[in-house]
């Protein structure tokens, strides 16, 4: 079984590079986000002529996250218990489209879209922080309740754990940016803390393997990356594990997103 994270970053702009990568690719679970779409104009029809059944959870051009599968999806569930809302002064908060989870041959799949932080001393960076500690309070539960329970948390977590994850942590740390920052760090380390596995660094290791490379200044061609994305496995899960890459070639050419997909490969059914 193999299941993947793919930021696709709009997926009605990219439907057929994301059609033509299922059917190469020959996964057999994927979690996207940021979809940029709402329900009424998902492009359905792409995942269901591939094989794929499908949900999605969008509320406009923003944000948005979907998981298809070919090995059942049951039980969706669109947010997580208690999940923070945001709204800029002056405006009534909501429950933004970052969460939604389904039970695929067996493993309860999350597709993330964290929050990014916009700034360390952005309204978004409490947000964020808020949002990932509800988050690793329920998934702690989740396994602690039941030991053996296959759970992937998987995502752009918009943040850089270790300092090799970014193309250079100096000009991060001198900077004041996000994503490296101390709160970011730990937020991302208490879901380790709490018995999850990051899946895929064991089987890509070092530096400059990275997940994302902004458009912008030829990131890129340059590889000036960062590792953002990524599969947290639990206990039971994290063991399933047999290989795990990241498809940096569709990083490549016209039309690709900004993130590359990540893949973990599992035995068994």
Not at 78 to 83: E, N, S
Not at 133 to 140: P, V
Not at 214 to 239: C, H, N, T, W
Request: proline share 7%; hydrophobic share 40%.
């Amino acid at each position: 079984m193999k299941i993947a994270t793919w930021n696709v970053n709009s997926l009605r702009a990219r439907a057929d590079r994301v059609e033509a990568w299922l059917n190469r690719s020959d996964v057999d679970v994927l979690a996207i986000q940021e979809t940029k779409c709402k329900d009424d104009n998902f492009p359905w029809d792409l995942f269901e002529n591939s094989g794929f059944e499908v949900a999605h959870f969008g509320l406009g051009q923003w944000n948005g996250v979907a998981i298809a599968s070919r090995v059942g999806l049951d039980d969706v569930e669109r947010t997580f218990p208690d999940q923070p809302t945001f709204g800029k002064p002056g405006t009534e908060p909501v429950q933004e489209a970052r969460a939604i989870a389904a039970t695929c041959g067996g493993v309860r799949v999350w597709s993330l879209y964290v929050p990014n932080g916009r700034a360390l001393d952005d309204p978004h960076m409490p947000y964020k922080i808020d949002w990932l500690d509800t988050l690793r309070g329920h998934a702690q539960q989740w396994i602690t309740e039941d030991p053996e329970a296959q759970i992937a948390l998987m995502g752009d977590w918009n943040i850089a754990p270790q300092d090799e994850d970014v193309w250079d942590i100096d000009l991060f740390v001198d900077g004041g940016y996000t994503h490296v920052s101390p709160p970011e760090r730990a937020a991302f380390q208490s879901f380790l803390d709490s018995g999850f596995t990051d899946m895929a660094r064991p089987y890509t290791p070092g530096p400059g393997l990275y997940t994302y490379w902004d458009y912008k200044q030829l990131r890129f061609p340059k590889k000036e990356g960062m590792r953002i994305d990524f599969v947290l496995g639990s206990p039971a899960l994290a063991r399933r594990a047999t290989n795990a890459f990241v498809d940096r070639e569709e990083r490549k050419g016209k039309g690709a997103s900004d993130h590359a997909p990540v893949i973990v490969e599992l035995s068994g059914p």
